[in-house]
């Protein structure tokens, strides 16, 4: 079974979030009892721009107009960024509070 553009593109996601998760764990730079608020400041850095909110938009072929649990996203850059949430809450291989609190 082939990789679709969306899958390698939600796998690669959470590879960079793993990646920047652990070298900032190991650093001391993440407060596990705030990690939730880590999450939302992590996916804020990959959208301050509307081109990189639109490629986000594109590549895990989310409809910029459905409702979502944080709320109806009123930009190409909130919409982003209930995608990337998504990606990062629901894939199995991310690391969580959970995962690191085990290391």
């Known amino acids: 079974m082939g990789y679709t553009p969306k899958h390698i593109a939600e796998n690669s996601i959470v590879q960079d979030f793993n990646e920047t998760v652990a070298i900032d764990f190991r650093n001391g730079n993440?407060?596990?009892?705030?990690f939730y608020s880590y999450i939302h400041e992590y996916i804020?850095?990959?959208?301050?721009?509307t081109s990189d909110a639109k490629d986000?938009?594109?590549?895990?072929?989310?409809?910029?107009?459905q409702e979502h649990e944080l709320g109806k996203a009123n930009s190409y850059e909130q919409a982003a960024f209930c995608a990337i949430y998504d990606v990062i809450m629901e894939h199995e291989d991310t690391l969580t509070e959970e995962k690191l609190r085990r290391l």
């Open 30 to 34: 993440i407060d596990l009892e705030d």
């Open 44 to 49: 804020e850095t990959l959208i301050i721009y």
């Open 56 to 65: 986000y938009i594109k590549n895990l072929d989310y409809d910029i107009f």
